[in-house]
């Protein structure tokens, strides 16, 4: 274990419990308190630098801004959404034609893919369905980022074909 790992860990000992319960007064409960603190905890594990100071006002510091920033974001969005008739937030029932076409779209697509070539359609799979950005594709199969793009927008003009 590095110096840097074994410094936070030592801290986290010392003062999780009390950062927890500072932050679950603020923010009424106990489980997302915890994972305040682990957020706190791996941003200074992430950026870590030799700080000179008091270790626990600095934590009890991160700690007060953590609990502010969860509660005015969980207000936020309380407030988007009170915003918002029931009727709105509930989707359409799909009816058998939607199912239907929905299907037949499928179908359509695989048969697209399948007829790609085999390199272009595993590149587009791992961007599209693995999430997979342009730069891992092309560390992977050792290509540029712009033959990855090459392919991909093969892929996806052939798919706009459907459409």
Not at 81 to 86: D, H, I, K
Not at 129 to 153: D, Y
Request: hydrophobic fraction near 45%; glycine fraction near 4%.
């Amino acid at each position: 274990m590095s110096a840097k790992t074994e410094e936070i860990a030592i801290l986290y000992v010392a003062e999780h419990e009390r950062l927890e319960r500072q932050i679950c007064r603020r923010v009424g409960c106990r489980a997302t308190a915890c994972d305040l603190v682990h957020d706190i905890f791996l941003r200074i594990w992430e950026k870590a630098t030799e700080r000179t100071g008091n270790s626990s006002a600095y934590l009890t510091r991160c700690a007060r801004n953590a609990a502010i920033d969860h509660v005015r974001s969980e207000s936020a969005r309380a407030n988007i959404l009170n915003g918002f008739l029931p009727e709105q937030l509930a989707t359409a029932p799909a009816t058998p034609d939607d199912i239907v076409c929905a299907r037949q779209d499928l179908c359509s697509i695989d048969e697209i893919l399948a007829a790609l070539p085999e390199r272009t359609r595993h590149i587009f799979l791992l961007n599209r369905v693995h999430g997979r950005s342009f730069s891992e594709i092309a560390g992977v199969m050792g290509i540029s980022q712009r033959a990855v793009a090459k392919h991909i927008a093969k892929a996806v003009a052939a798919c706009d074909a459907i459409a």
